[in-house]
C-alpha cells in the first residue's frame, strides 16, 4: 500500500505597507484601505512571478470591517490590484489575530489539498477607520453577554497584558 504524503505550506515572500500614526492627518491617511491592500498584492504577484490566474484564494484579515473596509475589502483590493476576476477573496475579523488567523487558514487549506496558491493576510486603515467604529457608538455585547458578565468585559489590549 502507498503511502500518502500530506503538502507542504511554505510562505515564498512577504509584503507589508508602510505604517503611521493612525490620525485622520496621518501619512497614510489619503490612501483608501482598498488602495493600501491592492498595492502589495500588485506586488508580491510581480516579485514572485506567480501567475495570477493560478491562485486558489486570497484570505485578509481585518477587525474593523466598517466604512471605507466594509464590503469584503479583500475582493475589492484584489479587483483593485488588477488580479483576474475568477481570482475570490474573504475578509475575515478575529479581533487582533485576524491576519495570523487568514495565514493559517490559507495554510489548512493548502495542507488539505484544497488549495495550491494563496495569498494571506491583514489590512487596516486606523486613520480612516478608527477602534470602534464598527460598534457605532451600539453595544456589541447583547442581553445574554451582557447577563453573563455584568461587570463588563476585559479589553483586548488588557487582556494580552494580563496573559503574557
Known amino acids: 500500500m ?3 504524503t500530506m503538502p507542504e505550506a511554505v510562505v515564498i515572500d512577504a509584503v507589508r505597507t508602510p505604517f503611521g500614526k493612525g490620525r485622520a492627518t496621518g501619512a497614510l491617511a489619503g490612501v483608501h484601505p482598498v488602495d ?3 498595492h502589495p498584492l500588485r506586488i508580491l504577484i510581480e516579485r514572485t512571478g506567480v501567475d495570477p490566474t493560478q491562485l486558489d484564494d486570497v484570505i485578509v484579515g481585518c ?3 466598517a466604512s471605507e473596509q466594509a464590503g469584503n475589502i479583500a475582493r475589492n483590493a484584489v479587483l483593485a490590484a488588477g488580479l483576474p476576476e475568477r481570482v475570490p477573496a474573504t475578509t475575515i475579523d478575529r479581533q487582533c489575530g485576524s491576519s495570523q488567523q487568514a495565514i493559517h487558514f490559507a ?3 493548502i495542507l488539505a489539498g484544497s ?3 494563496v495569498i494571506a493576510g491583514g489590512v487596516e486603515s486606523m486613520s480612516r477607520v478608527p477602534i470602534g467604529s464598527s ?3 451600539a453595544s456589541d455585547f ?3 453577554l451582557a447577563a453573563r458578565y455584568p461587570q463588563g468585559m ?3 489590549g488588557i487582556s494580552a497584558e494580563l496573559i503574557s
Open 2 to 4: 502507498e503511502e500518502a
Open 36 to 38: 493600501l491592500l491592492a
Open 63 to 65: 477587525v474593523g470591517q
Open 107 to 109: 495554510a489548512q487549506g
Open 115 to 117: 488549495y495550491d496558491v
Open 135 to 137: 460598534a457605532q457608538g
Open 142 to 144: 447583547g442581553v445574554g
Open 154 to 156: 476585559v479589553p483586548q
